[in-house]
Nanobody
Framework: VQLVESGGGLVQAGGSLRLSCAASGIRFSSNTMAWYRQAPGNERDLVALITNGGSPNYVDSVKGRFTISRDNTKATVYLQMNSLKPEDTAVYYC???????WGKGTQVTVSS
């Protein structure tokens, strides 16, 4: 069972990034998938999730800026992040729920 994130990096405020999370060893199409983030000194918090039926949910702070999507044929979940702000700076983690599995994370840094 493995989740591998990619797509992080350094971007200026107002810019965009697209994160990817490739899954293996899980029943991806039947899994709810989620993105979390953790800034230094903070807890790991939910950013967005997408159900196995494709319904997305977002925390208020990213609504209208971030879009979560999935491609079951590629066993991959995405997080399109637009209008990035310095407060979005964090390590972003992918999570599957069955079984409970986390990726190792990808760093996103937004400069002001």
């Amino acid at each position: 069972v493995q989740l591998v994130e990619s797509g992080g990096g350094l971007v200026q405020a107002g810019g965009s990034l697209r994160l990817s999370c490739a899954a293996s060893g899980i029943r991806f199409s039947s899994n709810t998938m989620a993105w979390y983030r953790q800034a230094p000194g903070n807890e790991r918090d939910l950013v967005a999730l997408i159900t196995n039926g494709g319904s997305p949910n977002y925390v208020d702070s990213v609504k209208g800026r971030f879009t979560i999507s999935r491609d079951n044929t590629k066993a991959t979940v995405y997080l399109q992040m637009n209008s990035l702000k310095p407060e979005d700076t964090a390590v972003y983690y992918c999570r599957a729920f069955a079984p409970d599995t986390w990726g190792k994370g990808t760093q996103v840094t937004v400069s002001s």
